[in-house]
């Protein structure tokens, strides 16, 4: 961000593997999921299915009946990576805007965030339990530039802030950043999957396996701002 820079500054932040230290849905698979899901999850990731189409396979496969069972499961099992409180206080006290982009559903992942008052500012799929099994919504799906069929699709989700008015950061792990993590200003990265592919395609980012680094960061950055 150069000194010239007068854009605002805005935070889109991935919640599975990024503000929790695993993926919650792989977890919640193992543990309830019926035979089958593995194979399910293996296309996803070959890419020979779309994400939307994976994850509403996943959840297809469990009983309505199991919502409560899997809601105390996620929050027992579910580790918030250090510094996450702290991280968000900065953000509070610098004014700094911040959104949560999950490709998580919202009955596990609002109960995980409630005590971090971010609520009012997550984007992640829905869920109805009318039917026998789980089934999935998708208030968040790609607009016209993007035929990845994400389900939760991050780069739309990036493209409702325009570029002029807006310095984008974007926080992630793995392979459902990277479209987001291409359009952003910066990256900041906690696993290598998502390290790599920043090398790879040459964007400006850094590496972080805790919030403090990520604070850290943006300090400096404010200091070379308002210099
Ligand atoms: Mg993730
Ligand atoms: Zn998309």
Sequence with gaps: MSQ??????????????????KDNI????????P???????????????????????????IPVE????????VLKQAEIREGFEPFLTYL??????????????????????????????????????????????????CDQFCTNDCGCCKPSILRQYPDEEYYKIVIGDSITDLQAAK??????????????????????HSSFSTFYEVIESLKQKKEVTSR
């Design 92 to 141: 509070k006290e610098n004014d700094i805007t911040f959104k949560v982009v999950s490709g998580g559903i919202d009955f596990f992942v609002q109960p995980v965030l409630e005590p971090y008052d971010v609520l009012e500012d997550l984007y992640c799929n829905g869920s109805d339990f009318n039917q026998d099994t789980i089934t999935i919504t998708w208030p968040h799906q």
């Design 35 to 61: 035979d089958g899901w593995e194979e399910i999850k293996d296309d996803i990731l070959a890419e020979r299915i779309s994400i939307r189409e994976g994850v509403g396979r996943l959840f297809s496969l």
């Design 66 to 73: 199991k919502k409560q069972e899997i809601i105390e499961f």
């Design 4 to 21: 010239a820079d007068k854009r605002t500054l805005i935070i889109f932040c991935d919640f599975d593997g990024t503000i929790t230290t």
């Design 183 to 204: 359009q952003a200003d910066e990256v900041f990265a906690c696993d290598n999957f998502l390290l790599e592919k920043c090398q790879e395609l040459g964007l400006n």
């Design 26 to 33: 792989i977890a919640i698979m193992k543990q309830f999921a």
